[in-house]
């Protein structure tokens, strides 16, 4: 008797689950997604930038709706090794990539509060 309540307490929470995530998945789908930007500060990062940004690249050209984000801002927050040599390497690739000067905020607003 305990054994069937814990696999229907587990079964109605899994079908709970999974009604959000078509929910939420629907919701996604009908949003302004132009309008919304994954903003990542980076600084000496020489050794690592270029795998996390090429993983977040790829998870953003191949997801199931194509695109997601096609606005990725990448804020220099004042390197002193090789990471802004290769974020720049990066943008000529992706043109979607944006790179600003952590120490100039007024850049990032006017990305932000552009209109296209």
Do not use: P
Request: one cysteine or more.
């Amino acid at each position: 008797m305990v054994f069937q309540i814990i696999v229907w307490t587990l079964a109605i929470y899994g079908l709970i689950e999974i009604i959000i995530n078509i929910f939420n998945s629907i919701a996604l789908v009908n949003k302004n997604i132009k309008d919304m930007y994954i903003l990542i500060a980076v600084k000496n990062q020489e050794d690592t930038i270029e795998g996390i940004i090429r993983s977040i690249v790829f998870k953003n050209i191949y997801n199931k709706n194509e695109g997601l984000f096609n606005n990725i801002i990448i804020a220099d927050m004042g390197s002193t090794d090789q990471t802004l040599n290769i974020l720049k390497r990066l943008t000529k690739e992706y043109s979607f990539l944006k790179i600003i000067d952590c120490k100039d905020s007024h850049e990032l607003l006017n990305i932000v509060i552009r209109k296209d």
